[in-house]
Nanobody, 121 residues
Framework: QVQLVESGGGLVQAGGSLRLSCVAS????????MAWYRQAPGKQRELVAS???????NYTSPVKGRFTISRDIVKNTVYLQMNSLKPEDTAVYFC???????????????WGQGTQVTVSS
């Protein structure tokens, strides 16, 4: 009964910014790591950024210095602030979270449906 819903995607010109949000809801006991993945046309899904429950972050090299992942523990929400966007950032961005439910204390990976980010030149 866990659901992740992304929002904030859209069309933006190169150099612009977007802020993605992902809200987790349902029978959540706790959330461990949260992450953003992306999948461009003809490419495999790749990890963009992740953040642990302790706030430690990790970024794929192409987005370092441009993207910032953050989370609001109380709101069960993870954000991805994307600045200085480039056409190569165009992809469907997916939210991912390791979640324990009240009925199962194991962390399972949950995925959102994705939000389209298109960066034009």
């Amino acid at each position: 009964q866990v659901q992740l819903v992304e929002s904030g995607g859209g069309l933006v010109q190169a150099g612009g910014s977007l802020r993605l949000s992902c809200v987790a809801s349902g029978t959540i006991f706790s959330i461990n790591a949260m992450a953003w993945y992306r999948q461009a046309p003809g490419k495999q899904r790749e990890l963009v950024a992740s953040i642990t429950s302790g706030g430690s972050t990790n970024y794929t090299s192409p987005v370092k210095g441009r993207f910032t992942i953050s989370r609001d523990i109380v709101k069960n929400t993870v954000y991805l602030q994307m600045n200085s966007l480039k056409p190569e950032d165009t992809a469907v961005y997916f939210c991912n979270a390791g979640i324990k439910t009240w009925y199962d204390q194991r962390h399972f990976d949950y995925w959102g449906q994705g939000t389209q980010v298109t960066v034009s030149s």
